[in-house]
């Protein structure tokens, strides 16, 4: 079983519509990330958060939202999507900021745009 | 510089044969590389994983093989399972940074 939590499972919104994603972890990781995957790619990276504070937003449009209450939490928050952003959303952690080594990911979310 | 280059796209193997995924890089700053495996429909999990300092590491049917002067990076799965039928990629981390570069993934089937 993941050690990353993420929900819903499955969201199917329209583009005028509002909705977040959320992700937990429990295992003390200080580092957590956001990823995008579409059908037969790999993961593209999103967001980063280390201790709390956005540390890398890869140029991500503004209608994505990302928001880190606490160090077991992450959102994503979902505006005027469009089709092309239908995609599996899927939620990491790493043990510390910057120190490379294992990634957990969550089991994703799966978006769809109508 | 900050691509890794996977092969095969895609692969099918006999039930107990040996499957092989070959990944190469060029940022010599990378000094993580680990290989996920994914089943439809779920995240990717952390198969096994590799420091430059060694050049092999195995963890049960799965080995890593490393060559840091080619700078290329293999994973083998030998006795290969009709259950080990899913994507592996291939990715590789700088020191220092929150960047995981992901190859591009091979498709393994394992025939019964």
């Known amino acids: 079983d993941t050690e990353v939590t993420q929900t819903p499972k499955h969201l199917v919104m329209g583009m005028t519509n509002k909705k977040s994603l959320k992700c937990e972890q429990h295992?003390?990781?200080?580092?957590m990330y956001w990823y995008k995957q579409k059908a037969k790619k790999p993961p593209e990276l999103m967001f980063v958060y280390s201790y709390e504070k956005l540390s890398i937003n890869e140029s991500v449009p503004s209608r994505f939202s990302p928001e880190c209450p606490n160090s077991s939490l992450l959102n994503l928050h979902l505006h005027a999507l469009q089709p092309e952003d239908s995609a599996l959303y899927l939620c990491?952690?790493?043990?510390?900021?910057?120190?490379?080594?294992?990634?957990?990911f969550g089991e994703g979310s799966r978006l769809t745009v109508l | 510089q900050q691509q890794v280059k996977q092969s095969p796209q895609s692969l099918i193997v006999q039930k107990g044969g040996i499957s092989i995924i070959n990944c190469a890089y060029e940022?010599?700053?990378?000094?993580?590389f680990p290989w996920y495996q994914q089943f439809p429909g779920k995240g990717p999990a952390l198969l096994i994983a590799i420091r430059p300092d060694v050049s092999e590491k195995k963890e049960g049917r799965f080995t890593i093989s490393f060559n840091k002067s080619a700078k290329q990076f293999s994973l083998h799965i030998m006795d290969s399972q009709p259950g080990d039928s899913a994507t592996y990629f291939c990715a590789a981390s700088p020191s220092g940074t929150y960047k995981y570069i992901f190859g591009t993934g091979t498709r393994l089937k394992v025939l019964a």
């Open positions: 295992m003390g990781h200080r580092a």
């Open positions: 990491a952690s790493t043990r510390s900021g910057g120190d490379t080594g294992e990634l957990f």
């Open positions: 940022n010599t700053a990378f000094d993580y």
